[in-house]
T-cell receptor
């Protein structure tokens, strides 16, 4: 059974700093991994989808890496801004070829102006 | 930019009442999903739907739940007889590909009294 863990559960950093969020998963036989952002009381916004054949995926100030063999992914946020404050979730398919996602509990990020 | 839309944004109902949550997926997407998030907990999979039938469902998705695509644009989740523990945020999602990037709606908050 796929288990997804995100550490830390919460993180506060001053504006302008670079930061890394971590995601680990137990079953490495995955098609892809997706990072989402969730603002309080809101829906999930897709940030990056990284395929199992890729090592990295970039979008603006965001960079996601994937190491399938070790069951880890990181989300790197450069030059953080107060608007980056949100909960960041990673999700992986529950089984290889399966459509349904297993989510982590998320990292609640606060950027201090 | 295409988006998934959900209605209502918030519904309050009495225990035992039927509830229908509505979703309009992104127009050219073929795979549809419902997820839910109980307050303070992980996002969890309910059901996936493709080619006018359920492709997978979780153990949460019991006989009280049903999904339907009544026309070419809407995708609904019905809860026949709501329980207190059904109180949660319900998210609709769609994807253009199997195991592709999922796009989520803003959610429908269901409160069962």
């Amino acid at each position: 059974k796929q288990e997804v863990t995100q550490i830390p559960a919460a993180l506060s950093v001053p504006e302008g700093e670079n930061l890394v969020l971590n995601c680990s998963f137990t079953d490495s036989a995955i098609y892809n991994l997706q990072w989402f952002r969730q603002d309080p009381g809101k829906g999930l916004t897709s940030l990056l989808l990284i395929q199992s054949s890729q090592r990295e995926q970039t979008s603006g100030r965001l960079n996601a890496s994937l190491d399938k063999s070790s069951g880890r992914s990181t989300l790197y946020i450069a030059a953080s801004q107060p608007g980056d404050s949100a909960t960041y979730l990673c999700a992986v398919p529950t089984n290889f070829g399966n459509e349904k996602l297993t989510f982590g509990t998320g990292t609640r990020l606060t950027i201090i102006p | 930019e295409p988006e998934v839309t959900q209605t209502p944004s918030h519904q309050v109902t009495q225990m035992g009442q039927e509830v229908i949550l509505r979703c309009v997926p992104i127009s050219n997407h073929l795979y549809f999903y419902w997820y839910r998030q109980i307050l303070g907990q992980k996002v969890e999979f309910l059901v996936s739907f493709y080619n006018n039938e359920i492709s997978e469902k979780s153990e949460i998705f019991d006989d009280q739940f049903s999904v339907e695509r009544p026309d070419g644009s809407n995708f609904t989740l019905k809860i026949r007889s709501t329980k207190l523990e059904d109180s949660a945020m319900y998210f609709c999602a769609s994807s253009g590909l199997a195991s592709g990037e999922l796009f989520f709606g803003e959610g429908s908050r269901l409160t069962v009294l």
